[in-house]
């Protein structure tokens, strides 16, 4: 297979999970008719509630393993293709309830990548196992140096960046 193929699998899983939004919001919306008419509507709400599971938890980590598998045979460094990684304490990760950052799982992300390239097998490892060591020592130093910043807000609404007349 081709970088190509890896390609277009991404469109694909873009894809589904855009198809998996449509039907969210249709058993949504039908769920909500069903109890405005004082009809039973538990059965739509569990339905939505199983394709919300679905695409959060089943698709969203095999996208970001293709994601970055693409990016790695592209040549791109890690940092590029993830580079809005929080502090550590402050944010919690989405889907999880837990709070930090978490790192992608390089052996799948390997595994994806040596499906789609080729490249001879141990030239593509000591390429992928410097790409690693790259992005971990990026990720290090992020987490752990960068320094909270609090930006006074003037209460308008906007953008939330906005800093006040006072402040500056």
Do not use: C
């Amino acid at each position: 297979m081709s970088i190509v193929h890896l390609k277009i699998k991404i469109k694909s899983l873009a894809a589904e999970a855009q198809f998996i939004r449509h039907e969210e919001q249709k058993r949504i919306g039908s769920g909500r008719w069903l109890r405005a008419h004082n009809q039973a509507s538990g059965v739509e709400y569990s339905l939505y509630n199983s394709l919300i599971d679905h695409r959060r938890k089943d698709l969203r980590p095999i996208q970001r393993i293709a994601q970055l598998a693409y990016g790695f045979l592209r040549n791109v460094p890690y940092r590029k293709i993830e580079n809005h990684v929080p502090m550590a304490d402050s944010v919690y990760l989405r889907g999880t309830g837990e709070k930090g950052f978490k790192y992608p799982d390089f052996e799948a992300v390997f595994k994806e990548a040596a499906k789609f390239s080729g490249t001879e097998i141990r030239i593509l490892q000591q390429r992928f196992a410097q790409w690693k060591d790259e992005a971990k020592l990026d990720q290090d130093f992020t987490v752990a140096k960068t320094p909270r910043v609090k930006v006074p807000w003037d209460g308008k609404p906007g953008k939330s960046a906005r800093r006040s007349k006072t402040a500056a």
